[in-house]
């Protein structure tokens, strides 16, 4: 009889296997499932084989992004949204850093091609919200400013990740970065600065 998928192990075999590409190390099965108490014969189980493992180490690190994402409370602010979204972006970084490197490989497809979306489209959603409350000129378009947010946060997190910044780079760089991107879709600098400071005292208190 065919042993029955154990999430504990599938669990272990995929950041394992996220870390091992981290680090640059030669993943074969036998590598893979060394320390781990598996045998080779369970990646086939819960995978299916390489490729399918390479999948779900994708789809491992998005699924944890977008619950940490989903948790973060909307309020009647969305450019502090947009700002609290960016810091829980940062701390699940920091926290899953060998999961987040392997997110972005893109040789592996997706299980749930969707998943990249859905955590994209969080942040054009409040972008979307602060348009219409003006907090954003009208011909603003909410998908360049949630594009533009992302390609700076995901910059300075990877220098870090890597050792390239030191981790206070993101205190130090983030919060600025934001105030300009958001004073540029029409934002004033005091609201805008009022708001960044709200969201991003978030990431400090998830420290």
Request: with cysteine.
């Amino acid at each position: 009889m065919p042993r029955r998928p154990d999430p504990d192990v599938r669990t272990a075999l995929v950041e394992r296997a996220a870390q091992m590409l981290a680090r640059r190390e030669p993943v074969t099965l036998r590598s893979l499932v060394a320390g781990t108490g598996a045998s080779t014969m369970a990646v086939y189980t819960h995978f299916g084989g390489m490729p399918g493992l390479w999948s779900a180490v994708r789809q491992e690190g998005f699924g944890r992004l977008a619950a940490r994402l989903s948790a973060v409370e909307r309020t009647d602010d969305p450019v502090r949204d947009l700002m609290a979204l960016g810091a829980a972006y940062a701390k699940n970084a920091l926290d899953f850093p060998d999961l987040y490197r392997a997110m972005f490989d893109a040789a592996a497809d997706l299980e749930d091609a969707d998943a990249a979306d859905s955590t994209f489209a969080q942040l054009v959603e409040c972008a979307v919200r602060a348009r219409e409350q003006g907090r954003f000129d009208r011909d603003v378009q909410p998908l360049d400013v949630a594009t533009r947010q992302w390609l700076f946060g995901h910059g300075v997190v990877s220098l870090v990740l890597t050792g390239v910044l030191p981790a206070a780079s993101l205190d130090a760089h983030v919060p600025p970065m934001a105030e300009a991107l958001f004073v540029s879709a029409g934002d004033s600098l005091e609201t805008a600065r009022a708001s960044v400071r709200d969201g991003w005292a978030t990431f400090s208190s998830a420290r």
